[in-house]
């Protein structure tokens, strides 16, 4: 199969030149496109990276009808309809490390900048002049830097802090303490109390609902007097008007903005002539080497998924999708566990299935967020009318459908790496279980009540049954008369004479005329075909 990628914004040639290798891609590299060519164009490709400088909009994406994947070669996906794409099943990937130690090393150049007043004093000689005696700077060394998030970057920040004999504090209720004690860092209970004791604030979040507007005039005005605000995460988590006032008012020593709410900055900005701000026009990441780094970082994402369907780079697949290769077995066992959770309760009657609740052993529990989206795609597969279903969007096109999704771990599940799909809605639910261990085949291992044993491959049968004698061999008659190649075949039962259940994984496709026979079989009672997709 062969994959057409656009790749724009002047991406770092070492990383193009990793999917120019590939003998099954087309590589088309372009400048920066104008929307309405990059509409016209779109409609052909695969893939595209580029960097920020080209907007990824929602009608962009519902005009990419063949679009796979969106590689961002930097961090921020601001430019991204993330939502849409999520929608579209288009997995958005970018490079969140390359760029780390570009970042780190502009804060302190910034801010050495700023308080040694480096600007200034440049431009006086510039000017022929010496006014030494007017630049009088301040040091590092003793000021309490606290930063709000202590993720790559942060911590990077923190890092070099410590040589410069910076006291170092932090907030981040989403990093655990192991973090925060093995880059020797305080963690401050709260955002109040961390900006109560800043000499430096600088943040490094994400721009999200939780984080606009999060340093704004309150929290400023919080500050010690005379302290330094600093934003090279993105324009608009420290409130510009806010900031503004808190410079021209004296209340802060100086600032450094890299990002901004609206970029470029305009020409007649008033934070260009505000006192004490030092602007930089969204240098963070302009490093030869932190180009180079994010480009491979992201070609190489974009070129597995597009090759292997590793979407284990993709920021909206499902969270925690550590050891991507590694779940592959489990995320097809809950996949087909809920497929045949849906034939067979179809088959009973349902019409609507309300609720979707996955069950996974401790072993698994890094992965619950794919393996939910594998579930939801599973329950969804030939019910919705879509050739895009996958994980990235399996859950949202669930949940718009008004289901439920619930993971949970549990020790219960008998086996190391196994699972267990549960579907239900009004009075009916089924669960089916299975289990991925280390080196073997997927199995499901029980339907309902029936401990089963059987690999689930093309097409899997499901037959109730009275635990009769014969009643195996005439289900082989039918399938062999029809041409049906029987690969396993386990028989469950609960009790001698009673209810019995068969798992008959089968090669090929199955007719509908062949389950009509079967159901035609004096002790056969229902027969549910599933047959599974290819991935």
Known sequence: MTYRVLVTDDVDPE??????????F???????????????????????????????SADVLQRATKLRVVGRAGVGVDNIALDVATSLGVAIINAPAGNTVAVAELFFGAVIGLLRQLPQAAQTMTAGRWDRALYLGRELKGKTL???????IGGEVATRAHAFGMQVVAYDPYIADARFTALRVRRAPSLDALIAETNVLTVH???????????????????????????????GIIDETALLFALESDQLRGAVLDVFTVEPLAEDHPMRLAPNLLLTPHLGASTVEAQRNVARDVCIAVRDALLHNDLSRSINVAAGSEGWAELQPAML??????????AVLADQGMR??????????????????????????????????????NLINARSLAEARGIELTVGES????????LEVELSGGMQQLAVAGSAPEGSVARLTR?????????????????????????????????????VNIAEYHQARLAQGGDALAAISVDGTVEEATRRALLELPDVVSASIVHFRAD
Not at 15 to 24: C, D, F, R, W
Not at 29 to 52: C, F, W
Request: aromatic share 2%; proline share 5%.
């Open 15 to 24: 990383g193009v030149a990793l999917l120019v290798a590939e003998p099954q």
């Open 26 to 56: 087309i590589v088309d590299e372009v400048p920066t496109l104008p929307k309405d060519e990059l509409l016209r164009r779109i409609v052909d490709y695969d893939a595209i990276v580029g960097r920020s400088a080209t907007r990824i």
């Open 146 to 152: 606290g930063i709000v998030g202590l993720g790559r």
């Open 205 to 235: 979040v994400p721009l999200t609902d939780e984080t606009r507007g999060m340093i704004g005039k309150r929290e400023l005005a919080r500050l010690p007097s005379r302290s330094v605000a600093v934003n090279m995460a993105r324009g």
């Open 333 to 342: 066992v809950a996949r087909r566990a809920a497929a045949v959770a849906r």
């Open 352 to 389: 609507t299935v309300r609720r979707l609740a996955l069950r996974v052993s401790p072993e698994l529990a890094h992965g619950s967020g794919p393996l939910l989206a594998a579930a939801a795609a599973g329950l969804l597969e030939g019910v919705i009318e879509t050739d895009r279903l």
């Open 411 to 418: 020790s219960e599940l008998g086996t190391r790496r196994s």
């Open 447 to 483: 339907i309902g009540s029936f401990h089963v044993d059987v690999n689930p491959k093309q097409t899997l049968l499901i037959l109730t049954n009275k635990d009769v004698p014969g009643v195996i061999g005439r289900v082989g008659t039918v399938l062999g008369e029809r041409g």
